[in-house]
């Protein structure tokens, strides 16, 4: 079938601002019907994320050309064989890492860290190793295993969690990455206890998630980092106890008995501000960082940290989650008025914007943007 789609032809080599060197151009595609155990999707929402970002402007490199797009929510329109507990009309989330269920980190229950599904993202194919997206020069690859920003997609059916059909389809495309990693790195690589201090750093769309995770856990004193005054007007009105434009000593002594945080959540994928993370963290504390950095950035830790000041740090890939298990719960818990992810809601627009939104965001002027197909 032929579709409309946010195509990426080289990555790293665009001026900004991006509305006018179009990073993104819209042609039209042909996306072959899906395989063994691959669905076809049609795309109601996708969001962007600055994953998508970090792609484009080279931080993380992929493979080209390429349809970018991982945070989304669509329709099913027809299934390949094997594809059991999904039909057509189903509403599903999608998820940017397609498990394969058989690999050692799969069995151990770790499907974040699924070997294949990392191979098939790196090599920008779906899980079996196809690429169903074609312009007329050859194959076009699959931004983790999803290449949301489009009319359709074909995934891997492990990538697609079956949800209530009755979720706004802008707010369900939240649950695929921002909220996923975020309120999956407090409650999952974090494991908040209630009553426990949390600092963030970062308040993008991960960062104030995992705000609304650690109020939703019973964090008993939240202190939110960012240099944005807007980003940290919105965390005080979801529920920071303080914020602040950077770690200061002065507030951690004052909102922290020890002088840091039981748990730290790191979302900006910067060496430096995971030391700063690291820092702000009590002797014993938990350190989970989910930002992405480029690959060329390295950290140095005084050797006796982690062992005098029995710190932890974990890295945090998906938030640490089994998106068939903690999307629906993720949601049960929105539903239930203790997740307002809504308010993680920037802007809902058409795809022809999306250069646009992608200048927005790299001014830091949206938390998260939803583009309709």
Same mark, same amino acid.
């Given at each position: ?17 991006? !509305? /006018?060197?179009? *990073? ?9 019907? *899906? ?9 109601? @929402? ?7 970002? $970090? ?23 027809? %299934? ?14 999608? @998820?940017?890492? *397609? ?19 990392? +191979? ?7 899980? $079996? ?33 079956? +949800?209530? $059909? ?31 201090? +949390? ?16 109020? #939703? ?18 965390? /005080? ?8 434009? !950077? ?23 910067? @060496? ?20 992405? *950095?480029?690959?060329? /950035? ?10 005098? !000041? ?13 998106? #068939? ?7 049960? %818990? ?7 992810? !809504?308010?993680?809601?920037?802007? +809902? ?13 790299? @001014?830091?002027?949206?938390?998260? /943007?939803?583009?309709?197909?």
């Amino acid at each position: 079938m032929k579709i409309r789609a946010a195509m990426l032809a080289q990555s790293g080599d665009h001026a900004l601002p991006y !509305e /006018q060197s179009q *990073p993104l151009t819209l042609p039209q595609l042909t996306l072959d019907p *899906p395989g063994p155990g691959e669905v076809l999707v049609r795309i109601d @929402a996708a969001g962007l994320c600055h994953s998508d970002l $970090s792609v484009i402007n080279g931080d993380r490199p992929r493979p080209m050309p390429m349809v970018i797009g991982h945070e989304a929510t669509g329709i099913v329109e027809s %299934l390949g064989e094997g594809c059991d507990g999904l039909a057509v009309g189903d509403r599903v989330v999608l @998820a940017f890492l *397609p498990a394969c269920g058989h690999c050692p980190r799969c069995l151990a229950g770790e499907v974040w860290l699924c070997g294949p599904g990392t +191979v098939a993202n790196g090599r920008g194919t779906l899980l $079996s190793g196809a690429c169903r997206l074609h312009d007329d020069h050859g194959p076009v690859h699959h931004h983790l295993g999803i290449s949301a920003f489009a009319s359709h997609a074909v995934v891997d059916a492990r990538s697609a969690v079956k +949800v209530d $059909s009755d979720i706004p389809a802008e707010i369900a495309a939240l649950f695929g990455c921002a909220v996923l990693t975020g309120v999956g790195a407090v409650v999952n690589a974090g494991a908040l206890r209630p009553g426990e201090s +949390v600092v963030i750093h970062g308040l993008g769309g991960v960062g104030l998630s995992a705000l609304l995770g650690a109020r #939703a856990a019973g964090a008993a004193t939240i202190l939110a980092i960012d240099p944005s005054a807007e980003k940290r007007a919105i965390a /005080q009105e979801l529920g920071a106890h303080a914020c602040a434009p !950077e770690e200061a000593a002065h507030l951690s002594t004052s909102l922290f008995v020890e002088g840091g945080a039981d748990l730290v959540i790191e979302t900006v994928g910067h @060496a430096a501000v995971l030391r700063a993370a690291i820092a702000s963290g009590r002797r014993g504390s938990r350190i989970v960082t989910v930002g992405l *950095p480029h690959p060329d /950035q390295m950290i140095d830790l005084p050797a006796l940290t982690l062992v005098a !000041e029995a710190k932890t740090l974990i890295g945090s890939y998906l938030g640490s989650c089994v998106p #068939a298990r903690d999307i629906p719960r993720f949601i049960a %818990l929105w539903k239930a008025r203790r997740l307002p992810v !809504e308010r993680l809601l920037t802007s +809902v627009g058409p795809l022809d914007t999306i250069n646009h939104l992608l200048d927005e965001m790299q @001014a830091g002027r949206a938390i998260r /943007q939803i583009v309709k197909p």
